[in-house]
C-alpha cells in the first residue's frame, strides 16, 4: 500500500499543489488541503485501490475544496467595515428567545435520537458533516440508493415529530412544513 501510494499519488505533489493554489482563495491553506487529500485518497485505497490513481487524486482535492468551501464561516474583513459604516444596532437575544432556542434544541436532540441508528448516521453526516450521498455511502458501507431510503425516512419522522403528523396525501394541503424546512434549509 505504501509503495503505491508514493508511485501513484505522491508523484504528482507538484501538481496537486500548483492546482489547490489555482483554485483556493488562501494560499496558506495550501498544504493543509493536500494532506487533507492525502489522508482521504489513503484512507480510500485502503478499501480499494482506484483503477486512475492520478484521476482520483485531483477529483479528490476538488471534493475536499467545495466541502472546505461550504463548511467555511469566514467574513471578509470588507464586509465588517461595511457594517460597522452601517452603524447598525444589533438586537441581542432576550432569555425568552433563548429559552426557546434551547427548548427547540432539546425537542430536536431527542427527536435525533428517537430515529434508527442508520437514519441518524446518515441525517448526521448529510447534514452536519456535510457529505454527499456517495460519500455516505462509502463511509458506512451502503448503497448510494439506501442512503436515500434513510435520509427520505428520517426527514419524514422528524417532520412528524416537529410538525404532528403533517405528512400529506396528493390533494391535501401540507400543515406547517414546506419543502425547505423538510430539507433542513
Not at 136 to 146: C, E, K, N, P, Q
Request: with cysteine.
Amino acid at each position: 500500500m505504501n509503495e503505491w501510494f508514493v508511485r501513484e499519488i505522491l508523484c504528482h505533489e507538484a501538481a496537486l499543489r500548483r492546482y489547490v493554489l489555482r483554485a483556493w482563495p488562501n494560499p496558506s491553506d495550501v498544504p493543509d488541503i493536500c494532506h487533507d487529500v492525502y489522508v482521504r485518497i489513503y484512507e480510500s485505497a485502503a478499501g480499494a485501490l482506484p483503477q486512475s490513481p492520478r484521476s482520483f487524486l485531483f477529483t479528490t482535492a476538488r471534493h475536499l475544496m467545495i466541502d472546505r468551501a461550504r463548511r467555511s464561516r469566514i467574513v471578509s474583513i470588507e464586509l465588517i467595515e461595511d457594517l460597522d459604516a452601517l452603524n447598525v444596532l444589533i438586537d441581542p437575544l432576550s432569555p425568552e428567545r433563548r429559552l426557546t432556542a434551547r427548548q427547540q434544541l432539546q425537542h430536536l436532540s431527542v427527536a435525533l435520537n428517537g430515529l434508527p441508528r442508520q437514519c441518524r448516521e446518515v441525517l448526521w453526516l448529510q447534514r452536519v458533516e456535510g457529505l454527499s450521498q456517495q460519500e455516505i455511502g462509502s463511509r458506512l458501507d451502503i448503497a448510494v440508493a439506501t442512503v436515500q431510503k434513510h435520509a427520505l425516512k428520517g426527514i419524514r419522522r422528524l417532520a412528524e415529530l416537529f410538525y404532528g403528523g403533517a405528512q400529506t396525501g396528493p390533494g391535501e394541503q401540507q400543515r406547517n412544513v414546506t419543502s425547505e424546512s423538510a430539507h433542513g434549509k
